[in-house]
């Protein structure tokens, strides 16, 4: 489904509680009621919580009661599991994610006893059980690495390395970062950045909007960064431009990261006083989590 008939059924379809008819919706759109069954079916795979009440009204579910894992499912297009979800007991609540469950797996049934630093996520809660997403993301994301996720389903598997993204036919982050921020302001979104692809770090993530303040999971053991931080898009593409701008001087990003003057030949080449500017104004930055973010992702430009 492209994006804009994707917003034109966000914008028709009432949220919960409120609802409206399918032959509505078709009614609205021009199309037949056919067409909108098939297209509320597709608006499903792309992440949308779709609801229909005995008397026919459709509506859908606040994004922000979606999960991590419902987005991983969605923009990673994760398999079900073999064995069907099972009824769990009254008022049970996914082990993981904490939302209200009627079916789901046995904690046991999904999760090896080796995992134990997805245990501790669990806070003691060893008896319990997985929604049928959080299951399906937990089987499906090994190695996963770092993701890019919208509302409308859309999921980027982008890799930091520029030559390494070509190479392997995908998005660079440097070139995405900046793509989606022309695009998808405003947008609910799944970030997690990751230089480690080995590491399971989704349990922690959260899902938030593109904007100003974008909630963001960056784990990145070099700058002693794992967690969730919160950044401003803009700034962060601006300190981005800055980095990079540094790098296509000759500069490495180690040096990027700890001190330009210790590259003492290439500040030479470039000039010891503009050395020293530049220097003045990264130690400023590097607190942030604007430049955390960008520091990682920060590429040098053909």
């Keep these: 489904m ?4 994707f917003i034109r ?3 028709l379809i009432p949220r919960y509680p409120q609802g409206i008819r399918r032959a509505e919706i078709a009614r609205r759109l021009g199309v037949n009621r056919s067409t909108v069954t098939r297209d509320l079916a597709k608006l499903e795979i792309c992440g949308l919580k779709i609801t229909e009440d005995t008397d026919g009204l459709i509506s859908l579910i606040e ?3 979606m999960t ?3 987005y991983l499912v969605c923009g990673m297009g994760l398999p079900a599991i073999e064995s069907p979800p099972v009824p769990v007991p009254e008022n049970t609540r996914c082990a993981l994610e904490g939302t209200p469950i009627t079916t789901g797996y046995s904690l046991w049934d999904i999760i090896p006893d080796a995992a ?9 809660n060893l008896s319990g059980y997985l929604s049928e997403n959080a299951a399906r993301a937990f089987k499906g994301t090994w190695n996963m690495g770092s993701w890019l996720i919208f509302e409308d389903g859309t999921g980027f598997h982008p890799l930091i390395s520029r030559e390494e993204a070509e190479k392997q036919d995908r998005p660079c982050w440097s070139d995405l970062a900046r793509l989606v921020w022309r695009e998808r302001q405003g947008t609910g979104v799944l970030c997690i950045l990751t230089t480690d692809v080995k590491k399971r770090v989704w349990p922690r993530a959260r899902v938030d909007v593109l904007s100003d303040a974008t909630l963001v999971y960056l784990h990145d053991p070099e700058q ?3 967690g969730v931080i919160s950044l ?3 700034e962060m593409l601006q300190m981005l431009d800055f980095l990079e701008s540094i790098l296509a001087k000759g500069f490495n990003k180690p040096t990027l990261g ?4 210790s590259d003492i030949k290439t500040a030479m080449i470039v000039g010891l006083q503009q050395t020293i500017d530049w220097e003045k104004r990264l130690s400023g930055m590097r607190h942030q989590p604007e430049y955390q973010f960008a520091y990682v992702i920060s590429q040098r430009k053909k």
């Design 9 to 11: 059924y966000r914008a």
């Design 116 to 124: 134990g630093e997805f245990i501790e996520m669990l806070h003691g």
């Design 232 to 234: 401003n898009w803009g």
């Design 224 to 226: 002693n960064c794992s």
């Design 63 to 65: 994004r922000s009661n």
């Design 68 to 70: 991590v894992s419902d």
């Design 258 to 261: 700890r001190n330009l003057l």
């Design 2 to 5: 492209d994006i804009q008939r």
